[in-house]
C-alpha cells in the first residue's frame, strides 16, 4: 500500500494531477523576468530593512539579486519534480451553484484510528508551505505507521485550484464549506484542522460551524486586542510580541488594506509583471519569518503564483478582514470554538497575540509558546511544527472520533 491509496469509503473520486507548465509557458515567463526592469535606488529602497515594520519595506539590493538567480540560475522544472513526488490529485467540489476544480496533496495512511488532520495556508503561501514536513512524515513513517492522513489543499483562488467565481461573492466562509466537503467527501466523519494565516479562519469557522471538524488548531489569532489591565500580567515575551503586533498594526498592513478596499487593481498591476509580484510576495517571506528563507524558497512561491495567475484570484479574503465593516471572526459570538482548540505562538509571527487572548475565543486545551519561528510555521520549522501536529493530535484525537 500507498500513501496514494484513498479511503475506501470516499464518496469523492478524485483524480491524480501532476504539475506541469509547457515549455512555451516557461520560455515566455523567463524572457519577462529578464525584460522586466528594476525601478531606479531611491533614498527608501537603497536604506530599506525589511525585518523591520517601519523602515520602507523591501530592498533594491535584495530584489536584483533575486531577478539575477530568476533569470540565470532558477530551476521551475526541479521544484515540478519535487511537486509531483507526492500524491496530488484534483476534485470537483460544489459550492454555491459554483464547481470548483480542487487541488490537494495527501499522505494517505493504512491505520484505521489514523487522525484526519487538514492543514490549511493562507496569503502569500501556498501548499509549499508544508512540503518539508510532509518529507519528514514520509521518513518518519510508513503508510501502515503514519499516525495521520494528511491532506493539504490549496484554497479557491490558489495555486492549482480553480475559483472563486467571476459572477459573484465568495468569502471566507465559502472556503470552509469547500474545504469541509473536501474532508467529508474522502470519508472522514471526523478530522481536524490547521491553518495559519487565512487558513487559521477558515479552521476557525470550520470549528464553528461543521460538525465534522472536531478539533482546531492555529497558529496565528490576529485581531484580538487587550481589556482593561491585561497587559500588565503578560510575561516579558508576551509584551515584546505585542509589540511586534502594534508595529505591523501601525505600519506594517498597508498591504491588506489594498487587497481588501483595491483588489481588482492591485490584482490587476500584480499580475502583469513578475518582478512587481517578487517585490511584493517577497517582501511578506522575508519580513514574516524568523530567519529569511533562502531566495530559491521564496522564488519557488512567486513563480508557482505566477504560473496559476493565483495572485488576483487569491485575495479575495482580504475584503471581509480589511475592507468595512471588517470583522477577524474572533469576537464574534458564533465563532466560538467549544471543541478542542490548540494554539502555537511563535515570536516573530506578524501578531504574536498571547495564550490567554486565544482562549477567551474557545476551549484552549493546548498551547505551546516556542522560543524561535515567524508567520510561516511549517516551513519556517517542519520539525517544530510536526512536533507540534503529533502533541497535539496525539492528545485531542482520542476524545473527539466518533
Not at 17 to 43: C, M, N, R, W, Y
Not at 267 to 289: D, M, R, Y
Request: aromatic share 14%; proline share 7%.
Amino acid at each position: 500500500m500507498s500513501f496514494s491509496t484513498l479511503p475506501q469509503n470516499a464518496s469523492l473520486k478524485p483524480k491524480p494531477f501532476k504539475a506541469h507548465v509547457s515549455d512555451d509557458e516557461l520560455k515566455l515567463f523567463t524572457q519577462l523576468v529578464k525584460l522586466s526592469p528594476i525601478g531606479p535606488s531611491t533614498f527608501e529602497n537603497e536604506t530599506a530593512d525589511v525585518k523591520d515594520f517601519n523602515h520602507f519595506g523591501v530592498s533594491r539590493a535584495w530584489l536584483s539579486e533575486a531577478k539575477k538567480q530568476w533569470e540565470t540560475s532558477y530551476d521551475w522544472r526541479k521544484t515540478e519534480d519535487r511537486i509531483n513526488s507526492y500524491p496530488n490529485f484534483t476534485v470537483p467540489i460544489e459550492e454555491d451553484g459554483f464547481t470548483f476544480d480542487v487541488h490537494f496533496i495527501a499522505l494517505f495512511s493504512a491505520k484505521k484510528d489514523a487522525a484526519p488532520l487538514m492543514l490549511l495556508h493562507g496569503w502569500p503561501g501556498s501548499f509549499l508551505e508544508f512540503v518539508d514536513t510532509l518529507d519528514l512524515l514520509e521518513k518518519k513513517y510508513t503508510p501502515e505507521t503514519l499516525p495521520f492522513h494528511v491532506i493539504v489543499p490549496s484554497l479557491p483562488g490558489y495555486g492549482y485550484s480553480s475559483g472563486p467565481s467571476t459572477k459573484k461573492n465568495f468569502n471566507t466562509e465559502g472556503i470552509a464549506s469547500v474545504c469541509d466537503k473536501l474532508m467529508t467527501g474522502l470519508g472522514f466523519s471526523s478530522y481536524i484542522s490547521q491553518g495559519g494565516d487565512i487558513g487559521s479562519f477558515v479552521s476557525r469557522v470550520l470549528g464553528a460551524t461543521a460538525p465534522a471538524c472536531k478539533a482546531v488548531h492555529i497558529n496565528l489569532a490576529i485581531g484580538l486586542t487587550a481589556e482593561g489591565n491585561e497587559v500588565e500580567s503578560l510575561s516579558q515575551e508576551e509584551k515584546i510580541g505585542l509589540g511586534r503586533y502594534g508595529a505591523f498594526g501601525e505600519m506594517g498592513n498597508a498591504y491588506a488594506r489594498m487587497h481588501g478596499t483595491r483588489p481588482s487593481t492591485i490584482g490587476l498591476v500584480l499580475s502583469s509583471n513578475p518582478i512587481a509580484q517578487l517585490a511584493w510576495i517577497g517582501e511578506k517571506f522575508l519580513q514574516w519569518t524568523d530567519v529569511s528563507p533562502p531566495i530559491a524558497s521564496i522564488l519557488d512561491s512567486v513563480t508557482l503564483y505566477w504560473f496559476t495567475q493565483s495572485f488576483a484570484r487569491a485575495i479575495f479574503p482580504y475584503r471581509q478582514f480589511f475592507a468595512p465593516p471588517a470583522t477577524f471572526f474572533h469576537n464574534e459570538e458564533k465563532y466560538f470554538i467549544n471543541k478542542p482548540m490548540g494554539y502555537s505562538w511563535h515570536p516573530k509571527e506578524l501578531a504574536p497575540v498571547p495564550k490567554a487572548w486565544v482562549a477567551k475565543t474557545g476551549n484552549l486545551v493546548w498551547y505551546k509558546g516556542h522560543e524561535k519561528g515567524g508567520h510561516f510555521a511549517s516551513m519556517e520549522l517542519p520539525e517544530q511544527f510536526l512536533d507540534d501536529m503529533e502533541s497535539f493530535v496525539g492528545e485531542v484525537w482520542p476524545t473527539v472520533q466518533k
